[in-house]
């Protein structure tokens, strides 16, 4: 089936007409392919790919060079797809030109698509400098996991009055910067629906409720991958951990007893 691309322009068309966005994480070309073929809209090179894939304990020591390494190899199996990006910790905080610098990195080494950083009003210089250079620019606010030890560890955003209308006002600031569309994260939903409506720009949730323009869930959380992961904001879609766990358990069976290779599976 033929389909069109998903451009910047097309996802802020689906907020102006009222269609859902969907968006799921990705690390790989193998399964770049299965979520493109699905039509999934958008797929986020995340790094959270620090906790999923490398096993760490936060996304804090991802590095360039590894968002552009699994951003490239992504990009090898995209087609429909919107590709975004995340621009790792340390790669924009320390200035706005090494904002712009790693973000035309993540563009011209890893193929992406558009770059997402994490952050409200004190990004706001970045997104600004970020997009100025061509570079389309998601912005990230309510729980942010690069500044776990900051906040405290990973908690809802913006349950007080003075957090809400920060947040309220993050948003604001940020389109005004210039983000194409906004990420909030472990945000109360009706905080993040309010937001939602006060801006043009598509709005993305993960734990913050109905009423954003769209939905992200890391790709391991929603097939069900790890048995001991299951935090709120997730829905399991699948059981990959048993299925998988079964399959390995029949192959070592088999392997063991001599089933397999069978005279079918043998030159």
């Known amino acids: 089936m033929s389909r069109n691309k998903v451009t910047v322009p097309t996802l802020q068309r689906m907020k102006r007409e009222g269609r859902k966005i969907t968006m799921l994480t990705c690390y790989d070309a193998t399964f770049m392919r299965i ?16 906790m999923v894939i490398q096993g760490g304990t936060s996304t804090t020591p991802v590095t360039m060079e590894e968002m552009i390494y699994h951003a490239r190899i992504v990009s090898r199996g995209v087609t429909h797809a919107h590709l975004l990006v995340d621009m790792p910790f340390m790669s924009y905080q320390a200035s706005v030109e090494d904002a712009v610098r790693n973000a035309g990195r993540l563009v011209k080494e890893g193929g992406a698509e558009s770059v997402k950083l994490e952050g409200g009003r004190e990004r706001a210089d970045a997104v600004r400098a970020i997009d100025q250079a061509g570079i389309p620019v998601m912005a990230h606010i309510g729980l942010t996991p690069q500044s776990v ?38 945000v109360p939903a009706p905080l993040a629906e309010e937001i939602t409506r006060a801006v043009s720009i598509p709005t993305i949730g993960i734990g913050a409720g109905p009423g954003t323009d769209g939905q992200v869930l890391v790709i391991y959380d929603m097939l ?35 089933v397999f290779p069978s005279k079918e599976n043998s030159y």
């Open 35 to 50: 979520l493109d073929d699905a039509g999934v809209d958008v797929v986020l090179v995340g790094d959270s790919l620090g």
């Open 149 to 186: 030890h900051k906040i405290g560890g990973f908690k809802v955003q913006g349950k007080d009055q003075a957090q809400a209308m920060r947040l309220l006002e993050d948003a604001k600031i940020l389109e005004e910067a210039g983000a194409y569309a906004l990420l909030m994260e472990c």
């Open 224 to 258: 069900g991958m790890n048995n001991s992961f299951n935090p709120r904001f997730a829905k399991r879609y699948a059981d990959l951990h048993s299925v998988i766990t079964g399959a390995v358990q029949a192959y070592i069976e088999e392997v063991r007893s001599g």
